[in-house]
């Protein structure tokens, strides 16, 4: 099986490359995605906290003001 993928990849050197380009993409996708998502989910998460230190320090310390 080995000797005969070897043959073949030897008579079509360019399908080797383009096998080398999947597992290449493959591994792109399966570990910078999620790290990029979970860097995006983590800055998410702070700026959502800044906003409520922003909203509390907007607010009356007696809760909402008053409707006039």
């Known amino acids: 099986m080995v000797r005969s993928a070897v043959t073949y990849l030897e008579a079509h050197p360019d399908h080797g490359l383009a ?35 922003l909203y509390r320090g907007l607010r009356p310390p007696n809760g909402p003001a008053p409707s006039q």
């Open 19 to 53: 096998l080398v380009a999947v597992i290449i993409a493959a591994y792109y996708l399966l570990n910078y995605r999620p790290r990029m998502v979970r860097e995006a989910e983590r800055r998410l998460a702070e700026l959502r906290e800044e906003r409520g230190h």
